[in-house]
């Protein structure tokens, strides 16, 4: 006959899953100094690369004209410029987000504050700049298109719109980490809730 484990002692062989809990958040915070590092740099480059783009002259056009949207041949004028420009400073600036907020939240985790209000938020909008990334990645391509043909002759506009799984798969980590976000704040007010019951 198998016999079953006493209520509240821990399964066979789970033992070997068992860390120390000062060695792993040594190791989580050696972990989390590394990838906030690792973040900023990022963040710094797309803001410069992205300054680049949009300050060096010629770069944008280069850009545009490389881009394979009807019309970017023949290359852009002002009003143009007065779209596209804002729309991609708008695209590199929520990445540029998105790295600032992972960089916040691996400098939490950093000083072992797992479960914190700062560190929810930080993950609530890491969730909501990769699900504006992907509205914008949708909307990018048909307003550059139309944009780049509206003054072209009747036959000759054009409105491109493409999907691809990487539209969609940012979208749904962003919308597990928004979610994963609120549940954690939820936690936390219900603990300090808790608390003043005790």
Do not use: K, Q
Request: proline content about 4%; some cysteine.
């Amino acid at each position: 006959m198998a016999s079953s484990a006493p209520a509240g002692a821990p399964l066979p062989g789970a033992e070997g899953f068992r860390e120390d809990p000062v060695r792993l958040r040594r190791r989580i915070g050696r972990l989390s100094a590394v990838l906030r590092v690792a973040c900023l740099i990022g963040a710094l480059a797309f803001a410069l690369g992205g300054l680049a783009l949009l300050v060096l002259p010629g770069a944008f056009d280069w850009a545009v004209a490389h881009s394979g949207l009807p019309g970017a041949e023949e290359g852009i004028g002002f009003e143009e410029r007065l779209v596209l420009v804002p729309l991609t400073a708008l695209n590199i600036g929520l990445y540029v987000a998105a790295l600032l907020l992972s960089a916040r939240l691996f400098s939490v985790w950093r000083e072992g504050e797992v479960f914190t209000e700062a560190a929810a938020s930080a993950v609530a909008g890491i969730g909501l700049c990769l699900i504006l990334t992907a509205v914008l990645s949708i909307l990018t391509e048909p307003i550059t298109s139309f944009v780049l043909t509206w003054d072209g002759a009747e036959g000759e506009r054009a409105i491109s719109l493409s999907l691809d799984g990487e539209m969609a798969l940012s979208a749904l980590t962003g919308s597990l980490l928004t979610v994963i976000g609120l549940v954690m704040r939820a936690g936390l007010m219900i603990a300090e809730e808790n608390a003043e019951f005790v």
